[in-house]
């Protein structure tokens, strides 16, 4: 079993940025970050997966992934935020390779979720 803490999130203005932080109690093959807003399935937003990055293409060029194995955590800078990229993120983790970095299959571990809001 692996326990997620998540930290960051909260309010900004469009153009502003704001970092998310999650901590693992063990490494894992790959880490990222998902996102959901009321009624829709969960987006993948951005994850490393065997040391590789991956994002989805609305967040190209305004968000980056980064990880630390030693310390088991992945942070999310996110920059240029728009009203659209207001969600409930969640960190999450997995143990498998998959050929779909950013689908939620190869995810087993799952934080409770950040709230990211973006006013314009």
């Known amino acids: 079993q692996v326990q997620l803490v998540e930290s960051g999130g909260g309010s900004v203005q469009a153009g502003g940025s704001l970092r998310l932080s999650c901590a693992a109690s063990?490494?894992?093959?790959?880490m990222g970050w998902f996102r959901q807003v009321p009624g829709k399935g969960r987006e993948g937003v951005a994850v490393i997966y065997g040391g590789r990055p991956a994002y989805a293409d609305s967040v190209k060029g305004r968000f980056t992934i980064s990880r630390d194995n030693a310390a088991n955590t992945a942070t999310l800078q996110m920059d240029s935020l728009k009203p659209e990229d207001t969600a409930m993120y969640y960190c999450?983790?997995?143990?498998?390779?998959?050929?779909?970095?950013?689908?939620?299959?190869?995810?087993?571990?799952w934080g409770q979720g950040t709230q990211v809001t973006v006013s314009s």
């Open positions: 999450a983790a997995g143990d498998y390779y998959s050929t779909l970095p950013l689908s939620e299959t190869p995810y087993n571990y």
């Open positions: 063990r490494y894992t093959y790959s």
